[in-house]
């Protein structure tokens, strides 16, 4: 049976595979490999390590070509075996390859870079050789063959626009060096003034450590475009020799100059503070401003105080990983620590101490905090009973201590490296330890108020508000704690407070001796029996322990005991007094020996009484 050319198609599609059809589409619409290739930034670090620092153009050569032949051998485009050869050039066929390397976009490059250096090498030698002076041309005739075929594989979807603009930068200065060394001093400078328009909008739309390469670069072109305007001796800008080459080259440069401004964007995660821009190099510094972008937003839905203090100390510690990371880099790279040792402030250097800002901004944060749960358990006369917080009590004197701890960390962010000089931020850090110091009185106040020192409170109370009406007065105020209201809410505490202390102190008579100021006041008073002549309402006394009569007596000072007794008094003879002693009637004269004796050793009679 004969099947019809449609019925067999339909057959064909019923038969096949659901997922093979999956994967096509899934190859059809896999993204294309997007390369970037700093072109000027890899020859000028390839130059200056490889002999160019001293001027060995040789040396350089050299390189070029071992490093050629060792990408032609690691990406598998040999030219040819042992013993023929077969040219093989970069194409864009290599680049549609699905494990296409970037790699390959460097073997132009450095074929260039091979010609461009014997032509440097030539040109030094042909001050006593003429002859190769046509040597050099011929080499810098090749350096632009390759420098084109650069330019062409960059111009493809595969590579990014500012890969683009590096290409068709680096191949003008090949080519304005070939017409410099010609003499056709008119394209010359149209080709340089080309690279030098590509260099300077670049420098313009990258970070601020890329762009001292570009300016180099663009100081670097600068005597060989005035040479050419002396030698083309017209009195036309080099814009006007440009605008010869038509308005194409300008728009598309403008539009691959915005492309580039929006990728370097995206490539490298910037960081604004104060007005100024940098940029974020370390993976861990820029992981770490990216959680905390949405720091406020975690610490609102945290339940309780305990839980935000614990969130901020978590964020601390990535804190303090990121400003370690940039202080790595600050150690290994050489100029980096020689600019700091100089005073000179960096981008990277500006970078740590926004970090050492947020930092302290992330403690002070976290301090407040904790300020405000021990508000929460305060034994304070003055401040309504609260719930406790696991069963601690806070004492004001452990707010006090909270706010000292405070303004040493104000007193850390007014010292950072660099911002010395800025007066709006100086009179920011200002106010805030004014606002500090305020809060800090206040709650010495209400120590002194609990020890019974209501001189000393009141003298607190105002200087509390003295510190807070400046504070309020002041125009500098940071965005990141704004403590206007609560300044105005204690200014209206204390002075409740300051009539409270004053009252106390006329009405109570001090009794109590001195203390220190965070321990426990101690009353001396006397016991009733001691004080019937002076009215004072005592309490105490209705208590079941009344301070009525001291019972135990208090200790007094005795002469102390003798180690020996004294037994020569035994064997002291003593004088007669009989002719002293008056006889009281005859019948103690008459008792004879025997009333003696009695008397003498007391026994019986009147004798023993």
């Not at 001195?514 to 002549?533: D, H, M, Q």
Request: with cysteine; glycine share 4%.
């Amino acid at each position: 049976m004969v099947e019809s050319k449609s019925e067999k198609t339909e057959i064909n599609k019923e038969n096949r595979d659901p997922s093979k059809e999956m994967e096509v589409d899934e190859d059809e619409d896999a993204p294309t490999k997007v390369f970037t290739i700093e072109i000027l930034r890899v020859i000028k670090d390839l130059q200056q390590q490889h002999g160019l620092r001293h001027g060995d153009f040789q040396r350089y050569r050299g390189y070029c070509s071992r490093r050629v032949k060792r990408l032609r051998k690691t990406l598998n485009i040999p030219q040819g075996d042992k013993r023929h050869y077969k040219k093989r050039d970069v194409t864009l066929a290599n680049l549609e390859k699905e494990n296409s390397d970037e790699r390959l976009i460097h073997i132009p490059l450095m074929l260039a870079e091979r010609a461009w250096a014997y032509a440097m090498q030539l040109r030094q030698e042909s001050n006593t050789e003429l002859r190769k002076k046509f040597h050099l041309v011929g080499k810098l005739r090749k350096a632009t063959i390759y420098a084109l075929q650069l330019q062409e594989l960059c111009n493809s979807e595969f590579c990014d626009a500012r890969t683009k603009l590096e290409a068709e930068a680096y191949s003008a200065w090949i080519h304005g060096s070939l017409h410099f060394e010609l003499s056709l001093w008119k394209s010359a400078a149209e080709n340089l003034k080309k690279a030098q328009v590509i260099y300077e909008n670049l420098a313009q739309t990258l970070p601020e450590e890329e762009q001292v390469v570009y300016k180099a670069k663009v100081d670097e072109l600068t005597p060989s475009l005035r040479y050419c305007a002396y030698n083309v001796g017209e009195n036309a800008s080099m814009n006007d020799l440009l605008e010869m080459r038509g308005q194409g080259m300008l728009d598309n440069l403008s539009t691959l100059v915005a492309q580039t401004k929006t990728e370097s964007m995206e490539a490298f995660q910037t960081t604004e503070w104060r007005g100024r821009k940098v940029t974020v190099r370390p993976e861990k510094v820029r992981m770490f401003l990216l959680s905390i972008q949405d720091l406020e937003k975690s610490i609102e839905k945290a339940n309780g105080f305990p839980a935000k203090i614990e969130l901020l100390e978590n964020v601390l510690l990535d804190c303090k990983d990121a400003i370690s990371a940039i202080k790595d880099e600050i150690k290994q790279d050489p100029k980096l620590r020689s600019s700091s040792e100089s005073g000179t402030m960096t981008a990277t250097q500006y970078l740590l101490t926004y970090l050492s800002y947020t930092r302290l901004k992330l403690t002070l944060e976290r301090n407040l905090f904790m300020v405000a749960q021990g508000k929460l358990s305060l034994d304070d006369p003055n401040i309504p009973d609260k719930a406790q917080i696991e069963g601690k009590k806070t004492k004001p004197q452990d707010l006090s201590r909270l706010y000292e701890i405070i303004l040493q960390n104000m007193s850390e962010m007014q010292q950072l490296a660099g911002m010395e000089s800025d007066a709006a931020y100086q009179s920011e850090i200002e106010t805030l330890t004014l606002t500090f110091k305020s809060f800090r009185c206040y709650y010495i106040a209400i120590t002194l108020v609990a020890l019974k020192r209501w001189r000393e409170a009141v003298a607190m109370y105002e200087r509390s508000t003295k510190y807070a009406t400046e504070a309020i007065a002041s125009e500098s105020i940071s965005k990141d704690f704004d403590l206007r209201n609560e300044l105005k809410q204690l200014i209206q505490t204390i002075e409740g407070c300051k009539f409270s202390a004053h009252a106390n102190s006329v009405l109570e008579e001090d009794t109590t001796e001195e203390s220190v100021l965070y321990g426990k006041a101690t009353k001396s008073s006397k016991p009733l029996f001691e004080r019937l002549s002076m009215y004072k309402e005592d309490a105490s006394l209705n208590s079941r322990n009344p301070n009525v009569f001291k019972l135990t007596p208090e200790m007094q000072p005795i002469p102390a005991k003798p180690l020996f007794f004294d037994l020569a008094l035994n064997f002291v003879e003593f004088p007669s007094l009989e002719d002293k002693v008056e006889l009281k009637g005859s019948a103690k004269q008459g008792a004879g020996m025997s009333g003696f004796v009695k008397g003498l050793f007391s026994w019986g009679g009147s004798g023993g009484k």
